[in-house]
């Protein structure tokens, strides 16, 4: 019989002492098995059937580490927390079981261990939920690896194709630029395969496991693009932004950051970039403090950056930071040998997404080769895939690359008669935004947003544009 204290504060208090101690003993027997971490979440006490779950006698397991006991305890976090873990599904290997995990503290309420138990270890009365957390679990590891997959680079060095003098040269200083850390600058027209290269690039440098992030300043808004780069810091913006978010610098931490269009950066970002560049850290954008990154840097720009530096529109600082291992990206036009094994593989490629394999007839090759390119590889590209949805033909005939190059026919022998039926209208329209583009780039020696504004598009309709017609800007001289 227990005897209780004549005070009601001090019976008050036996009795809850009695209460949990009964508690405890009622939950212990009733659960699978119960353990108890100390402040380092080293086991200070477990019950002996739960210890011979693990093959173990509980006096043996008894100072481990609890994950080298139980992987997939979530007791250090409980400890170092100090809130408990009402109800949980804990991965045993062999199944699933439910758990519940509450810190233990002392009288001063300072968090001192947990205990964890286990209140079934047969969970069929709950498959739905754990079959529901399972197909989550796959869901979000096959998302995970999409996402880190995206984030990888997509090309390799053979991925560029090219046998001619001038690609084996470009590939070889690509090569050794890859196993230097140092910023890179892609200096080339557009469609030459900057971006590809920079992929490539990656792909054989030291940081090839880690993530590739690329960014075009010129398609980003000029009030967005810092924010996009560097990040911002919760309730730097209202609405949607509210959160934050990571900046690409981040999110390429450790990898290489591809910055597309560099010539084409506001001057204020300028001076930041050249920052990180020069102290490896970044300062999100409202957050008042500065985040270290390491972070490659392979820059590319289709205009003359030299010459935006001469007339005040870009940091010679910045470009002489940048411009540390310039890569001059030849144009196709100056590595023609090229023509014939780029069709071949480009038409490859369209063949083996449309399910048919396609091919070139010989003369085809003489008119792709008295074309000027100003959209090179990208153009040709364009022009075979456009050639074979519009002929429908497994083999391309120059009759049918005249239609679309008709420009190669003045060079060449006489036109053949144009195309009947419906496409022509498409055609000639598309011919006719291709000449005023072509001009406009050439007027101002491949500046896109001084194009789109002499034509009065936006700068993002100009880009549209520009990769449906395959066309870019004329010899810009960079490089
Ligand atoms: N040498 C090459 N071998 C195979 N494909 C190529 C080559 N060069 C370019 N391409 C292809 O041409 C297209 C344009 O290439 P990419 O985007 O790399 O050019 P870019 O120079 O970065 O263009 P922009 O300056 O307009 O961004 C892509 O489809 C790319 O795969």
């Not at 233990?104 to 001192?112: A, N, P, S, Y």
């Not at 101002?444 to 001084?450: E, R």
Request: charged share 25%; glycine share 8%; aromatic share 4%.
């Amino acid at each position: 019989m227990t005897a209780w204290p004549a005070d009601a504060a001090d019976r008050g208090e036996s009795f809850r002492q009695l209460a949990m101690r009964s508690l405890f003993d009622r939950l212990e027997a009733l659960c699978e098995g119960s353990v108890a971490v100390d402040r380092e979440a080293r086991v200070t006490w477990i019950n002996a059937k739960y210890a011979r779950r693990f093959g173990l006698e509980a006096e043996a397991a008894v100072g481990m580490d609890i994950e080298a006991l139980i992987p997939h305890s979530r007791l250090r976090e409980v400890v170092d927390s100090g809130r408990p873990i009402v109800l949980d599904i804990m991965d045993m290997g062999s199944g699933h079981c439910v758990v519940t995990r509450m810190p233990l503290c002392d009288e001063g309420g300072e968090v001192i261990g947990a205990i964890g138990f286990v209140l079934y270890d047969r969970v069929e009365g709950l498959k739905p939920v754990v079959d529901k957390v399972a197909q989550l679990q796959r869901r979000l590891t096959a998302a995970e690896r999409e996402l880190s997959e995206n984030r990888r680079a997509k090309y390799s060095l053979a991925s560029f194709i090219g046998v001619s003098p001038a690609c084996t040269e470009i590939k070889r200083r690509a090569r050794r630029a890859a196993q230097l850390d140092s910023t890179v600058l892609l200096a080339g027209e557009t469609g030459t395969g900057k971006e590809l290269l920079a992929h490539a690039i990656h792909n054989v440098s030291p940081r090839a496991d880690k993530p590739f992030i690329g960014i075009n300043a010129a398609a980003i808004p000029e009030s967005l693009l810092e924010a996009e780069l560097f990040g911002a810091a919760p309730g730097a913006y209202t609405g949607a932004e509210r959160r934050g978010r990571e900046g690409k610098f981040k999110l390429a931490d450790g990898g290489t950051l591809f910055l597309d269009e560099v010539g084409d950066m506001p001057l204020s970002l300028q001076a930041k970039l050249l920052r990180v560049l020069q102290e490896r850290e970044i300062e999100p954008l409202g957050a008042n403090r500065i985040v270290p990154v390491d972070v490659r840097v392979i820059a590319a720009t289709s205009v003359d950056l030299a010459g935006a530096v001469a007339q005040g529109r870009f940091r010679a600082d910045l470009y002489y930071r940048l411009a540390v291992l310039q890569l001059a990206v030849p144009p196709l036009r100056e590595r023609l040998p090229d023509l014939p094994l780029l069709a071949e593989r480009l038409l490859d490629d369209i063949g083996s997404r449309i399910g048919q394999p396609l091919e070139l007839a010989d003369d085809a090759l003489a008119v792709l080769a008295r074309h000027a390119w100003p959209g090179n590889v990208r153009e040709l590209r364009n022009v075979l895939e456009r050639a074979v949805l519009m002929f429908e033909t497994p083999r391309l005939a120059a009759a049918h690359l005249l239609k679309l190059l008709p420009a190669a026919a003045d060079a060449g022998p006489a036109p053949v008669a144009a195309a009947g039926g419906v496409g022509r209208l498409a055609e000639a329209t598309a011919q006719a935004e291709r000449q005023a583009i072509v001009s406009a780039l050439a007027s101002t020696g491949g500046n896109k947003l001084a194009a789109a504004r002499l034509l009065g598009i936006s700068r993002a309709a100009l880009y549209q544009k520009l990769s449906v017609l395959g066309i870019g800007a004329p010899a810009a001289g960079a490089g």
